[in-house]
């Protein structure tokens, strides 16, 4: 880690997608280079150093996304993107391109999948309410939710596997209603994968094929080409049971591709790996979706899985999409309180809205402190708000008093840094937009090497607040008990209604 | 058992060791006196001559009378061919019923449907099969409906066929197909089911491929408690069957208690038992399936 000029994505440089922070010298990096932080990371140590780590922390997850997707280039074109998406508009699903499908256009001008207006009901728990969106060709698209929201549910239905009460499911442009499962072209990774015990790969592979009646040779020519692209040549006559989880999972993938489905489906099939190798598999996968140009709808609770993977994601809630939208672009600017405090993770205050003019206001909170923060449209003074603030935007000692030690080589400035209107990067050492200030009390010291917390409580309140504590030796003197001043940017925190979020 | 009683007799010496022979005594006595020693006994009296022909010597004639007197081999092969047909009945109605209950109903459903199921079980086979004789005998329900809507202008006879036989049979070892079939069956996982379906499969490929497969060690297990408790079945043939049932038990029970010659009963009753062995043994190995695996 040399320096920022080398290389433009630094953090990045190891290739694969762990989160294994930044072990830097406290330089800020350029993340101009790629679109710009995001709004909630756009804070800078009025001086040097400390600020640095809570950068890397919040970029790395964005910019992971897009080393993984390999589309970095795109990405500057999805920070132009309004603030406010409406969640079911399907016309904001697709920024970079979104041709305008007519009537008698030819099918490939269609979208892959477009669901419309999708209802299910179980006797009278409405299971998915009202979703409607489209999948371009060759896309990565996941729905993120909590375990419950109904996205196993879409998901299925897409796959044919539950019939919808209402509304439209079109692949390619042809309408599925009544199309049952086996005559779809769809194809369903399982969560468990489903790999049939009693046949080898090849078998399992061949299984698809053999139900179109191809020829035998013409079929062994195909599991030995898809083998091989999933990197496993020559594991044709193992059995399921003698492969590892990663194994298991290439082989469940290649026995859909090699039927070469218009919409591959996905049912969190990363989530019976362990950690370490979930982390591989994500930036396989990505890379594999890449390769095949296969349009991948992807469900998952693991927002990581979402974020890194997909080109645009949409969360989900209780039935409907509360967000529809890229990934970066969830995490910068969440259009509902519950986005706020699904993705990523965050703290909540909550206050009283005392002023407000266009998306900026201030919030009194519960304690009588009084902070600035961005406001969700629709609130007038005097609402009950609850204010979202991720830890990783909260700076540790902002004045730099306790730490005036950082004597780093000043010179790198990033007030070209643009950021598709989100307010322009602060000049290194300038504290004019860290409006906010707050002193608490140090509980606990959270060690998760570079996901590192502080727990703490304000003075005189019992609601706990985490604070991402970046592994730079700069706050190595920090011990439970002390009290520390910590504050953030102006436009890091954003207030929603009270309880919009549940 | 012996790394048990071995690993026992380490920790706590001989007072562990008299408990278990204390507890294991009664089994072996059943198992010794009631068993073992009454087939050693049949054994060697099949290969002796009737007592009330004078000599006493060992001979072969009781199993030589039996191939000499076409009755007898030909009921054998009736018998055997009708109790592997039995056992492919049985296999073919208990199936689509066990993935009924297992895999298409709800699981409280499920478990009514399955007591339902062994709710006639807990009534005995002669009660049951008396049953089927009030049904369906001349004089019996069946026909009195079937002449009041004047779909037969006469009662016909029902009882006393193969057919009606099979069905009896079929009937009476269900059960001990069903339920191996359902445990099994519980075990496959719906998304193989779905998976399969997912990538083109029909519901029978996916019954052929996937279903039986998975399902093969319930079906050998349940195919040879049906298959030897039909080929050892004296009751369902005898009253559902009548006189022209021509079932090999038949032949056992008229030698023992009819002709009194307890040696050919001896004999058949072996010849019974190496058939259902050998017949056994070839379904293990068309199936593929090892004895261990299957009694598990």
């Known amino acids: 880690m040399q320096g920022p000029a080398v290389s433009p994505l630094p ?3 190891g290739g694969t997608a762990t989160d294994t922070g930044w072990p830097g010298s406290g330089w800020p990096s350029r993340c101009a280079a790629h679109g710009g932080p995001s709004p909630l990371a756009n804070l800078r140590h009025p001086r040097s150093g400390p600020g640095a780590g809570h950068e890397t922390r919040s970029r790395d997850r964005a910019g992971r996304a897009a080393k993984a997707g390999g589309w970095t280039g795109a990405a500057g074109v999805h920070d132009q993107m309004p603030t406010d998406i409406s969640p079911v508009a399907p016309s904001v699903l697709s920024p970079v391109a979104s041709p305008v499908v007519s009537p008698d256009a030819s099918p490939d001008a269609f979208a892959d999948l477009s669901v419309t207006n999708l209802v299910k009901r179980f006797e009278r728990f409405t299971a998915v309410n009202d979703v409607s969106f489209e999948v371009e060709r060759g896309k990565f698209f996941s729905i993120l939710g909590p375990s419950g929201c109904g996205k196993t549910t879409l998901l299925r239905m897409i796959a044919g596997f539950e019939s919808p009460d209402s509304g439209v499911i079109a692949i390619r442009g042809r309408d599925m209603a009544g199309i049952a499962p086996n005559r779809r072209p769809a194809n369903l990774i399982f969560q468990h994968l489903a790999l049939f015990p009693m046949m080898t790969v090849a078998e399992n592979i061949a299984f698809g094929l053999k139900r179109r009646g191809m020829a035998g040779g013409e079929i062994t020519r195909r599991v030995q080409d898809v083998l091989e692209r999933v990197g496993l040549p020559g594991y044709g006559a193992k059995m399921p049971a003698q492969l590892s989880g990663g194994q298991k999972q290439r082989v469940a993938i290649a026995r859909c591709l090699v039927l070469e489905p218009a919409v591959l489906l996905l049912d969190e099939p990363l989530g019976a790996l362990d950690l370490k190798l979930r982390e591989q598999m994500k930036v396989e996968l990505k890379t594999l979706q ?29 039935g409907r999409f509360e967000q529809l939208d890229t990934p970066r672009n969830l995490y910068r600017r969440p259009a509902t309180a519950f986005v706020a405090g699904f993705v990523g993770e965050t703290n909540v205050w909550s206050g009283t809205l005392e002023e407000s003019t266009g998306d900026a206001g201030l919030v009194r909170t519960d304690e009588g402190a009084v902070f600035r923060a961005r406001v969700a449209a629709g609130l007038a003074r005097g609402a009950r708000v609850d204010m979202f603030i991720r830890p990783e935007a909260v700076l540790i000692d902002p004045d730099g008093v306790a730490c005036a030690t950082g004597d780093a080589p000043g010179g790198v400035t990033d007030g070209a840094a643009g950021d598709g209107g989100d307010a322009p990067l602060p000049v290194r050492g300038a504290s004019a937009d860290l409006g906010n200030r707050v002193q608490v009390q140090v509980q606990a010291i959270l060690f998760d090497g570079a996901a590192s917390r502080l727990l703490t409580h304000p003075e005189g309140s019992r609601r706990e607040v985490m604070v991402a504590l970046p592994q730079n030796r700069l706050y190595d003197h920090i011990r439970p008990g002390d009290r520390i001043t910590v504050g953030w940017d102006d436009r890091a925190g954003i207030c929603f209604a009270a309880g919009s979020g549940q | ?20 022979a204390l507890f294991l005594t009664p089994v072996v006595l059943w198992l010794g006196l009631l068993i073992v020693l009454p087939h050693i006994d049949l054994l060697i009296m099949s290969f002796r001559m009737d007592p009330s022909f004078g000599e006493q010597g060992w001979s072969l004639e009781n199993y030589h009378q039996f191939f000499a007197e076409p009755i007898y081999w030909l009921t054998f092969v009736r018998t055997a061919g009708y109790s592997v047909l039995v056992t492919l009945l049985t296999f073919l109605v208990s199936l689509p019923v066990a993935f009924y209950v297992t895999k298409v109903v709800a699981r409280n459903t499920s478990r009514f449907l399955l007591t339902m199921l062994l709710l006639p079980f807990w009534v005995s086979e002669l009660v049951r099969v008396y049953g089927w004789m009030i049904l369906l005998r001349e004089s019996g329900v069946l026909n009195h409906w079937l002449t009041a809507l004047g779909i037969t202008g006469a009662p016909v006879e029902m009882l006393y066929n193969d057919a009606t036989m099979i069905m009896g049979l079929v009937y009476t070892s269900m059960l001990f197909m069903v339920v191996p079939l359902v445990s099994v069956l519980e075990s496959l996982d719906d998304s193989l089911i779905e998976a399969a379906c997912d990538l083109g499969a029909g519901p029978w490929t996916i019954m052929r491929t996937i279903v039986v497969p998975h399902c ?34 038949e032949q056992i029970y008229n030698q023992f208690i009819a002709s009194f010659n307890w040696n050919q009963g001896a004999a058949f009753g072996f010849l019974l038992l190496a058939l259902s062995s050998c017949i056994i043994w070839l379904g293990l190995r068309l199936t593929g399936q090892k004895l261990s695996r299957v009694v598990q």
């Open chain 2, 216 to 249: 093969m060690p319930g079906i050998v297990s349940g195919g040879i408690v049906v298959f030897m408790l039909t080929l050892g079945n004296y009751l369902t043939p005898n009253l559902m069957g009548g006189k022209n049932s021509l079932w090999f038990t």
């Open chain 2, 1 to 20: 058992m012996s790394a048990a009683t071995h690993s026992a007799s380490v920790k706590t010496g001989p007072g562990l060791r008299l408990t278990l």
């Open chain 1, 11 to 13: 953090q990045y440089r």
């Open chain 1, 290 to 318: 890449a390769e095949v140009g296969t349009t991948f709808v992807y469900i998952t609770h693991d927002q990581s899985e979402a974020l890194v993977m997909s080109d645009h994601v949409a969360v989900m809630n209780a």
